[in-house]
């Protein structure tokens, strides 16, 4: 009778009878086909190993790759921010030394003018109404003063050698703009209040201006038939 070569047949039938038995080596060709299952399951767990293995090297060289781009762009940064180190340390120099005094309050600005001024107007009759107020400034600087009905004023406003323009405006009590002086370095204005209020003026500076700056007020006589006072220089 012909034994079946399939590994997996474990029956053969006899062609003469028609009759099935178990073949011969049955425990053989089962131990075999075990060994072979054994075998291929270990083949495929070796493949998928290899495979988890490439994947994991190609994460790690694009790690790799990631990381030194990250790093040239991070030497790139340390360049640019030395760059601009090197570029803003006049500027924070300038700053600090050059700026600092004004910023404590030392250095000019524009008082000594305004004293003049200040000198000269008093044989007219005018009358400070406080004293001079010095101040740092970068922008606008702005104060309110009380005023009587027909009570006329004059603001001064100089500055130091951080201030080669300033303006002055003078404000209402609803306020709507009722006088201004053009920019230059000692501008100055004259107002007569028709009635009792609050005045406010706005010494404006030009622009990136920055330094000490100096401004006050003056209670004068009001001027003969509505014309205005002669503008004064401030003696240099």
């Known amino acids: ?9 474990t029956t053969m039938r006899c062609p003469y009878c028609n009759a099935t038995q178990a073949v011969p080596d049955l425990e053989a060709r089962r131990r075999l086909l075990l060994e072979h299952q054994r075998e291929a399951r270990l083949a495929e767990q070796a493949r998928a190993e290899a495979e988890r293995e490439v994947r994991r090297e190609a994460r790690e060289e694009a790690q790799r790759k990631e990381d030194k781009q990250e790093a040239r762009r991070g030497r790139w940064g340390m ?3 030395s760059l601009f180190a090197i570029l803003l340390a006049p500027t924070i120099i300038a700053v600090t030394v050059f700026d600092l005094p004004a910023r404590l309050g030392f250095g000019e600005s524009g008082a000594g003018r305004l004293t003049q001024l200040r000198a000269q107007l008093a044989a007219s009759g005018c009358q400070p109404l406080g004293g001079i107020a010095e101040q740092y400034a970068t922008g606008s600087v ?14 001064f406003a100089a500055g130091g050698d951080g201030h080669r323009s300033l303006s002055l405006t003078l404000y209402d009590a609803t306020g709507k703009e009722v006088a201004r002086a053009g920019d230059t370095t000692d501008p100055q204005l004259e107002y007569c209040a028709r009635g009792a209020g609050t005045l406010r003026y706005e010494v404006a500076v030009g622009p990136a201006s920055k330094g000490r700056l100096s401004h006050m007020v003056l209670n004068c006589p009001g001027p003969a038939s509505g014309r205005t006072p002669e503008r004064l220089a401030p003696k240099r």
């Open 1 to 9: 009778m012909p034994v079946p070569a399939e590994l997996e047949a």
């Open 79 to 81: 360049r640019l921010m």
């Open 142 to 155: 702005s104060r309110l003063m009380p005023v009587a009905d027909q009570q006329c004023v004059r603001v």
